[in-house]
């Protein structure tokens, strides 16, 4: 068996003699144009000759005379011959002035083989000369005659030509062929030397494969052997990489699914923001703290999506543009519906291995029920504290009223005239202050709250039944309208509180045109709270003056004691509920009350993580 590089030499062995035997043919045709061409103009130099002889034999003049030359060159002349001679058979000028030059070497343009030929065959023709000029390249034929030796020499342009062209074809398939060895030999040294190396490579690689390689003294076995043991191998690293490629899909397949569940189960809100500024992800929990669509938020601005809070905006750009982290902080976030959150926010910017951020995570918590329980706790407690102090500063004010009353009634009873009149005046000024005394000492002392189930669908529709004639009076037309909805409570201070609304509402109307008053009263159940909501159509109340209705004492009315609204916040937060004066859509008033439908239990005053 022979090796790859064996056969690769073989195979150019062979071309190279296919290259020779082709070349070879091809020179030989051309050797035999020639020899055909050579023959042709031999035998018309021939006939050319015979032709000379026999007008020579015609003619009766001596051979060795003037006449016979001038024959023999006008014969030449039209025969187209440069010249003809006639010699005898020891080459001696017989006749033929052109010829005389060279009488004394007539057939020094005959070899050996040419003079045999003259003399056996009677005709002999020399070679070209020069044998490449066809311009000026001369050939010389030898006629045997009975006469002598006739001697013609004709132009042989085509014999010169034929020569030329035969040399040309010789030095193109020498040099072709020449050409192609090299360039076969260098072929061969780049085309082997990849096969070289491969095997070279393949010896060194076998001692460190298995015994089962073929101890093959062929070069293609040996490569072939020593390939399939290394495809095996390499079969069995697939393999093993396919199964730890699984593996570790599988793994982050589990971890990205355990960080999905986690960020979906957060409680916290969580927004992820890339370099541009634009959502990348927002979990359920945002979701549901900022009423946004997962699907409509995922690729748009931040502030796109999120406009309630320029703060938080500035935050988010601050994260990404500067790499600073906010942590902690306390927003007020304004949504859709015109609600106001509480949120606490942690803006934390993600960060690439180089320090560049990459973008920013939000973390929110909502912290509006806490801020509001907060409120309300601290809220309780201010009135607590207000209440021990007015406690005792309304007792000694009753005291001294009291005292005053009881003068002023002696007095009355002793005077007459004007001084009885001035006693009228100070004991009905007396009542008056014991009056706003009286309601301020209500005000301010605790409240023992009576628990009981309240049925505030019933108890708002008597309060309405019954304040209707009042509202009639004022000519204002009093409604209500609900659902049925009970809670735990004091139905007393309940009650005193909504009629404080109601009545606050008609006093509203008192200078309003007939028929034109409306006080609406509704009652319904939202997201665990019973809500109550007491609207007028009244002159409504001041941008001025709405934080301050529901300080003590702070009344727009002549006679008011400005303690109405303060006793129906006071009842509602003693209840855990929150009451707040609506933003005005047209005019008039709206008061909404929530309070909880089950009880809600004290939170944890630690701050947001």
């Not at 699914?257 to 541009?276: F, H, K, P, W």
């Not at 106001?340 to 291995?353: E, F, N």
């Amino acid at each position: 068996m022979f090796g790859r590089e064996a056969r690769v030499r073989l195979f150019l062995a062979f071309l190279i003699l296919v290259l020779v035997v082709v070349n070879s043919q091809s020179l030989l045709n051309s050797q035999h144009s020639r020899d055909a061409l050579i023959a042709s103009f031999d035998r018309s130099v021939r006939a050319t000759a015979e032709l000379v002889a026999v007008e020579l034999s015609r003619e009766k003049k001596p051979l060795d005379s003037s006449a016979a030359s001038v024959f023999l060159a006008e014969a030449a002349r039209k025969r187209g011959l440069e010249s003809a001679c006639l010699f005898d058979l020891d080459a001696r000028l017989l006749t033929g002035g052109a010829c005389a030059p060279s009488a004394a070497r007539a057939f020094d343009r005959l070899d050996a083989a040419g003079r045999g030929l003259l003399f056996g065959l009677g005709w002999a023709m020399t070679e070209a000369v020069p044998a490449y000029d066809p311009e000026s390249a001369t050939v010389a034929g030898y006629l045997m005659t009975e006469s002598g030796v006739i001697r013609v020499e004709s132009l042989a342009g085509p014999v010169a030509l034929a020569n030329r062209r035969l040399r040309t074809t010789l030095i193109y398939q020498v040099s072709a062929l020449s050409f192609v060895l090299v360039a076969v030999f260098l072929f061969l040294r780049s085309l082997l030397a990849p096969h070289r190396k491969l095997v070279a490579e393949a010896r060194s690689v076998a001692t460190e494969l298995s015994d089962s390689l073929p101890d093959a003294r062929d070069e293609g076995e040996f490569l072939l052997g020593t390939f399939q043991e290394v495809v095996a191998r390499l079969k069995r690293k697939e393999d093993e990489l396919a199964s730890l490629h699984r593996l570790e899909k599988a793994r982050a397949d589990e971890s990205e699914a355990l960080a999905s569940d986690i960020i979906r189960s957060m409680t916290t809100g969580l927004v992820s923001v890339d370099a541009s500024g634009a959502v990348a992800m927002v979990n359920p929990a945002a979701r549901r703290i900022f009423g946004v669509d997962a699907e409509v938020s995922a690729g748009r601005p931040f502030a796109d999506v999120f406009r309630g809070s320029a703060e938080l905006e500035r935050w988010i750009s601050d994260s990404i543009e500067r790499s600073e982290s906010h942590l902690r902080g306390g927003v007020l976030y304004r949504t859709g519906t015109g609600a106001t959150l509480h949120l606490g926010v942690s803006v934390i910017p993600l960060l690439s291995d180089e320090g560049r951020a990459r973008g920013a995570l939000c973390l929110v918590a909502d912290l509006t029920e806490v801020v509001e329980l907060r409120s309300r706790l601290l809220l309780k407690d201010n009135l607590a504290r207000l209440g021990e102090m007015a406690a005792g500063i309304a007792h000694e004010f009753r005291n001294a009223l009291a005292t005053i009353l009881g003068n002023a009634r002696l007095l009355r009873a002793e005077v007459e005239g004007e001084s009885r009149e001035v006693a009228d005046a100070l004991i009905q000024e007396g009542q008056s202050l014991t009056h706003v005394v009286t309601e301020f000492l209500q005000f301010a002392r605790p409240e023992n709250l009576s628990s009981e189930h309240v049925d505030l669908y019933d108890m708002l529709r008597a309060l309405v039944e019954e304040m209707a004639e009042r509202a009639s009076k004022s000519h204002v037309a009093l409604t209500f309208e609900g659902e049925r909805v009970g809670l735990e409570g004091d139905s007393q201070l309940l009650r005193k509180a909504f009629s404080n609304l109601v009545l606050n509402a008609i006093e509203s109307l008192s200078d309003a045109p007939p028929r034109s008053g409306r006080v609406e009263v509704n009652l319904s159940r939202y997201d665990g709270f019973a809500v109550v909501r007491v609207r007028d159509n009244g002159p409504g109340i001041s941008e001025a003056d709405r934080e301050k209705i529901f300080t003590p004492f702070f009344t727009r009315k002549e006679r008011g004691t400005g303690l109405g609204l303060s006793v129906v916040q006071k009842v509602v937060v003693s209840h855990n509920g929150t009451i707040e004066l609506e933003p005005a859509q047209d005019r008039g008033a709206s008061f909404v009350v929530r309070l909880p439908l089950e009880a809600v239990g004290s939170s944890s005053s630690d701050p947001w993580v």
